[in-house]
């Protein structure tokens, strides 16, 4: 007996069972999928709890944030600035020295991250900074230096370290001044390190 295709295909599928086809959960209802990515919690980048500043809104409400002419005879904390201990942070890519002088400029206290008992690279690390910067603050501390003047020359991993390491062992920062230096007319640089 002959058989046409079609008829022959007719025949393989009343043999073959009927098994429902198969569709991915994602598809079956929307309705399902809105609830479950509802319940899903949000994604968190690790920046819960973290405080947000707004520059804009400080800005607009301080109006004396930037030094002028009657900034010397101002006031903090009953102190005329100008009369303020300076802290001058020296930081290298190698090293951080920090050095804490009276009013006048005459040094007090001198660390470095090598005088604290850190050797060789590690002496460059931020947390090599902080630990000078806590040191040297607690000894200041002791002595009287309770607000101070930042200062910071360099570039390097220990700048905002340090800063913090002095505000951690409970000194007041009334004011932080970049002086690093900057040429206008530099060097060729380097060639290109070959790896």
């Known amino acids: 007996m002959f058989l046409r295709p079609f008829e022959m295909l007719a025949n ?7 098994r429902a086809i198969h569709q991915s ?3 079956l209802k929307v309705e399902d999928r809105k609830a479950m990515l509802a319940s899903v ?20 409400k301080k109006d004396k944030i930037f030094p002028d002419a009657n ?9 005329p600035f ?37 050797k060789n690279t590690r002496k ?18 002791e002595r009287g230096f309770k607000n101070v003047r930042v200062t910071v020359r360099g570039l390097g991993p220990g700048r905002m370290s340090a800063i913090k390491g002095l505000e951690m062992a409970g000194m007041n920062i009334v004011s932080i001044t970049d002086t690093t230096r900057v040429s206008w007319n530099p060097p060729r640089p380097r060639k290109q390190r070959k790896l």
């Open 12 to 18: 393989v599928l009343r043999v073959i069972p009927k």
């Open 25 to 27: 959960a994602t598809l």
């Open 41 to 60: 919690p949000s994604k968190d980048d690790g920046t819960v709890g973290e405080r947000v500043i707004d520059i804009d809104a400080l800005i607009n």
């Open 71 to 79: 900034t010397p005879t101002t006031l903090f904390n009953g102190i």
């Open 82 to 118: 100008n009369e303020i201990p300076i802290c001058n942070i020296r930081v290298s890519p190698n090293n951080t020295i920090i050095t804490i002088c009276d009013a006048k400029g005459v040094p007090q206290f001198i660390r470095s991250c090598g005088i604290e008992g850190f």
């Open 124 to 141: 460059g690390t931020n947390i090599a900074a902080q630990a000078t910067a806590i040191s040297i603050s607690t000894r200041a501390i």
